[in-house]
């Protein structure tokens, strides 16, 4: 018993370029893109089953999810502050008069 050939060609094809050129691209991109999840300080916890969701910046904004929902909202543990950037101390004039 012969197997019967695939008339289409399908099984030999190789994929076409147009579409192997942009996934190298993506990729490449996100081997060298500097990509840092966001960590927010509010958590919000739903009651139904629904899971837990951190991605709340003001606990104004996680009241607003779960309202109707049963759930409640919590700091976020995993969040850690930005560091306070320090500014550079205020430069002394001189109280010497130019010499002219």
């Known amino acids: 018993m012969r197997a019967i050939p695939d008339r289409r060609g399908r ?3 190789q994929p076409p370029r147009r579409l192997i ?3 190298v691209i993506v990729g490449l991109l996100s081997l060298v893109t500097d990509v840092h999840a966001q960590i927010y300080p509010w958590c919000s916890n739903f009651a139904d089953g629904a ?3 951190c991605g709340w910046s003001t606990q104004e904004q996680c009241r607003a999810t779960i309202l109707g929902s049963g759930g409640f909202c919590s700091q976020n543990e995993l969040y850690k502050p930005p560091a306070a950037q320090a500014r550079p101390a205020p430069r002394k ?4 008069p130019n010499a002219n």
């Open 93 to 96: 004039h001189s109280s010497k």
């Open 11 to 13: 099984g030999n094809e």
């Open 51 to 53: 899971g837990t969701n």
């Open 21 to 23: 050129t942009p996934a």
